[in-house]
């Protein structure tokens, strides 16, 4: 019998180094999870992105009910076997995607029904639907069902689309189903307006659940709003409990939540810049597009031990995407979930040593090299 | 100082298992090339390939003169470190890609000038440039820049196309330049017709190239018409030669071929079915967007030890097709990689075996499986 159990090593300031338990395994924190959306992680093999160390996979409620649903995963045996992912798997709830992608929706108390993106077709989502199927899904992380609030808002939407979502979280508490070492999140809310976002961490106090979510973030706020919200949010959560910021995102927003006490990622930048061309490095991120790669021997980044940087010069790479050739989108990607999984070990490693400090701030000033020196 | 070698080990009937060396090491015959037209195997990993049992990869002289072209290669170290593929290369001369895919084409005594694909600019191949190229390339198999023939065609035409090629195929051996391990292969031409192809074969053995290509079938004659064309052309090749049939083909076609004394292949089948969703099996091919795939926990094939099939299910492979996910052409062209290549290696242990005959009808009749019990 496995608890779900979220286990604090040490701290540096608001900063954590942790490990959560789950039914599948443990992933170290802080995190980034690999980003499965439709049970695939775009353009890199299971093998692959655990290789780079990945360790905790999020896959996501809308895509998979619309297809292949989510009573096909049940029956294939759950998510785990269907995608080759023995790990832990965090599943967002489908309220985001739902808003950003879906046709015609009506919101109302009850849910929301609106028409899928890709065939038209009619559906509806209500907390109860949303966590019975994650649960079919065999979720390790089971995300509450939440509105997502528009960026810019007033603040009268703001606090009613946030107390909407906390209603719906009470809702998603009492249907969800709790298995040996799983997990619910509630999402904190409110926008950039801090006292809907403590009115927020306090309703999900209330709830008692297994961790946060804190939602409606980098949606166009800026850096700056964002690193304040924190500051006003995380003291507010119970330090026991993993904080999850959720969609965020590139690597200097990341140090920066680090620094101010997150504990888990997700974005889609490192799988979906790896097939428009764009690659990250240490001294920030390049286009490999550009003439001026086409013939040089060098690899993406000198500093990085992954399987692209030690065998496609750049020259290779900017051939490949000149051609449009699938190699380079997963050799890109590949390099791109290296610099992140890295880029989060480095993190945690300075946390242990009491040394987040002034390892963001070394990550920073190379990462933000003149681009025409990169 | 390696020497180009083709060692025969033994003999069935008319088939043969051997082992070339180059200058970039060995490869055991008959064998089946992973195709890397523009320097990269579509939908796969060198590294895959590799462990799937190919040994000898082929690129396009037409495609890398192009892009990037054969001077950046040579200035980027050769096209084995470019592309991270170690082992030996054979490089196409250019010939059918000029006539399949570039516009305006001029054919003349001297060679032939054309506008690219992909972007309209002018060009000239000549066999001479066609030999510069494949040396700045770094070929380990360079193949003789030849006409290719269009069918059906009046005798009186192949026979001028043919004899054009064997003229070009002359100025080739003068304009290569041997460098330790490679080799240059003259290609057989002359449609359907015995008596063009017996004079091709006459006018290639005058030359004393190191190998053959066989060019101009499998371009729509049919099985029946290419296995009589092989049965009368082999017979009048020197059999210490490696013999080469260009663009083939289907597992049927290289079962049959490999009877009649071929010892290498190339297709892009494998790789072009894997995009598009057709999986090769034991029981003859499926195509894994067809609905009764859609709740399918059995993998691709039940017989086979190929990373895909080892943890995708037909219902997960079936989803990423679906979703036009990149996922989906990645896991089906490792299998069909796989596929192809055990063939071969059943293929060499047959012959080894002196059971060719025996192994040709049994994995025919497997093949042959009704479609509906596949």
Redesign the interface.
């Known amino acids: 019998m496995t608890a779900f159990l979220f286990d604090i090593f040490s701290t540096d300031k608001t900063a954590r180094r942790g490990r959560v338990t789950t039914a599948h395994g443990v992933f170290e924190t802080p995190c980034f999870m690999a980003t499965a959306t ?6 890199i ?1 299971p093998d692959a992105a655990r290789a780079a160390g990945a360790e905790l996979a999020i896959c996501n409620t809308y ?1 998979l009910m619309l ?2 649903t989510a009573e ?1 995963v049940a ?3 759950g998510l785990h076997k ?3 992912w023995p790990g832990s798997i965090v599943t967002d709830s489908g309220g985001f995607q739902v808003m950003s992608l879906s046709k015609l929706r009506k919101i109302s108390e009850k849910g929301v029904t609106f028409r899928a993106h890709h065939d038209g077709s009619a559906h509806e989502l209500t907390p109860e639907r949303s966590m019975q199927i994650q649960h079919l899904l065999d979720s390790d992380i089971t995300m509450a069902f939440d509105e997502c609030t528009p960026f810019p808002v007033p603040q009268d939407q703001a606090a009613s689309s946030m107390r909407l979502s906390m209603r719906w979280a009470e809702r998603c508490k009492k249907a969800f189903v709790k298995r040996d070492g799983t997990a619910l999140f509630g999402i904190n809310q409110g926008s950039v307006y801090v006292d809907l976002r403590l009115e927020s961490a306090q309703a999900l106090e209330a709830l008692d659940l297994d961790g946060y979510g804190i939602g409606g973030l980098a949606v166009g706020e800026g850096q700056d709003a964002m690193f304040r919200t924190l500051e006003e949010v995380v003291p507010a959560l119970k330090p026991e409990k993993p904080r999850y910021l959720m969609g965020v995102g590139r690597p200097d927003d990341i140090v920066g939540a680090v620094q101010r006490g997150v504990d888990m990622f997700d974005c889609v930048m490192p799988t979906r810049s790896g097939r428009t061309g764009q690659g990250f490095t240490s001294r920030g991120t390049l286009n490999i597009r550009n003439a001026r790669h ?2 040089d ?1 060098r690899p993406l980044d000198e500093k990085c031990p992954c399987p692209t940087c030690a ?3 750049r ?2 790479l ?3 995407f ?2 449009e ?3 380079g ?2 050799l890109l990607t590949t390099h791109n979930t290296h610099f992140y999984q890295n880029l989060m070990k480095e993190l945690r490693e300075a946390i242990k040593h009491g040394a987040l400090g002034s390892y963001a701030a070394a990550f920073l000033a190379g990462y933000q090299t003149d681009p025409a020196e990169r």
């Open positions: 439709a049970a695939t992680i775009k353009g093999l895509h297809r292949p096909r029956a294939l045996g269907f995608m080759d086409q013939e021997p065998r496609a010069s020259a290779y900017h051939h490949l000149r051609c050739e699938m190699l989108p997963i």
